[in-house]
């Protein structure tokens, strides 16, 4: 059982910093330099759509399977790494709701209505709190590859 719940939690991290990398790497670079706002807001609020819906559900099989592996080990044995991913991913879970709740329901609002500025500055938001969970979910896989 504890292979399933490891290779549940490693597919689960690949969903989500997989996803961060192809939306900061790929889609967003190409689109601000292709597309108009017009075009470019609700492309991108259609792709966050589907993706956050995708993070939702990554979230919740990480705290699944994380807390059941730590857990079996036993929280005062697990090794440091696996607390530094606990609290790491917990700030991840904090700042994606922050983020699922307020730049980007203020980017659907926006793009709703047509208006492309206040959809901008939002999606702007977005950015930094992905960029942000991006470099957060890279220190926890390190942390917890290194620290043993």
Partial sequence: MFAVS??????????????????LQALR???????????????????????????????????????????AVGMARAPWGQHLMLAIGTVMFLIFAHLFFGPFRRLKQAVAAGDW???GAQLGKLHQGVVANFVLGWLAVAAVMLLR
């Fill in 6 to 23: 490891k290779l549940l939690h490693l597919v689960a991290a690949i969903v989500w910093l997989g996803g961060m990398t192809f939306m």
């Fill in 29 to 71: 670079p190409v689109a601000i330099a292709q597309l108009k706002p017009p075009v470019r807001l609700p492309l991108l609020t259609s792709v966050l759509t589907r993706f956050f819906a995708a993070v939702w559900l990554s979230i919740a099989v990480l705290l699944a399977t994380g807390l059941a592996m730590l857990l």
């Fill in 117 to 119: 500025p206040a959809g």
